[in-house]
């Protein structure tokens, strides 16, 4: 108990470090957590807002911009979370040669270092939706469980690539391509609905779907979770982790080995 509590400080104490550190020398400092996330906001609502309004229509009068905010804005922390996870060990060899620290304290400073944003993120999504007549009440506190439940399956999924990237390196290639292709999927920047039934199959068989329609579900409709959601996000979440977790164990002297 004592271990799993010093790894725990030691992850905390250097994820907020480093997160702080990171923003240090830039002139814009922590001003890039709203700005990267703002400029895709802006060029999503007015291609699907504009452009291709006659298919994309959120229900209930929702602005898309506000449809897109409450799903998009997580999505860049969840997709920044997994690609620096992924190369948490291969960036970080040269500590690894030296200490004896577990790997998966590697993975879980980067993953929890992006997450550190999701604070932000979700105080600028309740500032945004309450600008545009989004009245919360006391069941946006429901979506606690879905950014929860994201932070283990984005950490198991790091653990993971960034366990079998040592040896293929093709991994930290490919791995912004398939978070292009996970975006489209879920989906994110559209409504489900508009696709064709034929392929609806696809979206309902992803777990990170329910992710986050759910949040959607939350804050912008105040609809109730349901039950089969929260199963779905809990047991996958909680997988993901254990495989991850496993895989990184398995193979962590193999790793060290050939680094």
């Not at 923003?23 to 890039?32: A, G, I, V």
């Not at 060990?89 to 620290?101: E, V």
């Not at 696809?202 to 959607?216: G, H, K, Q, T, W």
């Not at 409709?221 to 349901?226: E, K, P, S, T, Y």
């Amino acid at each position: 108990m004592n271990f799993i509590f010093q790894i725990s400080k030691y992850i905390l104490k250097n994820a907020i470090s480093d997160y702080k550190n990171s923003y240090k020398s830039s002139f814009l400092s922590y001003s890039w957590i709203i700005i990267h996330p703002l400029l895709l906001l802006i060029i999503y609502s007015f291609v699907f807002s504009t452009i291709l309004q006659p298919r994309v229509d959120p229900n209930n009068g929702i602005s898309y911009a506000v449809y897109l905010s409450v799903a998009i804005l997580p999505w860049i922390v969840f997709s920044n979370a997994i690609l620096q996870g992924t190369l948490s060990i291969s960036n970080n060899i040269y500590l690894i040669k030296k200490l004896n620290i577990p790997l998966y304290v590697y993975v879980t400073k980067e993953v929890l270092e992006q997450f550190l944003n999701m604070i932000i993120v979700i105080i600028l999504l309740f500032i945004f939706l309450y600008l545009n007549g989004i009245s919360l009440s006391i069941k946006c506190f429901l979506s606690i469980v879905p950014f929860f439940c994201l932070f283990f399956f984005a950490l198991g999924l790091s653990m993971f690539l960034a366990s079998i990237n040592i040896f293929f390196r093709d991994i930290e290639k490919a791995i912004g391509i398939f978070l292009q292709m996970l975006m489209w999927v879920v989906p994110i920047v559209y409504p489900w609905d508009i696709v064709p039934k034929n392929f609806q199959w696809v979206i309902f068989y992803d777990p990170l779907f329910y992710f986050f329609n759910s949040i959607r579900e939350v804050l912008i409709f105040d609809h109730l979770i349901n039950i089969k959601h929260y199963l779905i996000m809990i047991i996958s979440s909680f997988s993901m982790f254990a495989i991850g977790l496993y895989t990184i164990n398995r193979l962590e002297s193999d790793i060290r080995d050939s680094i």
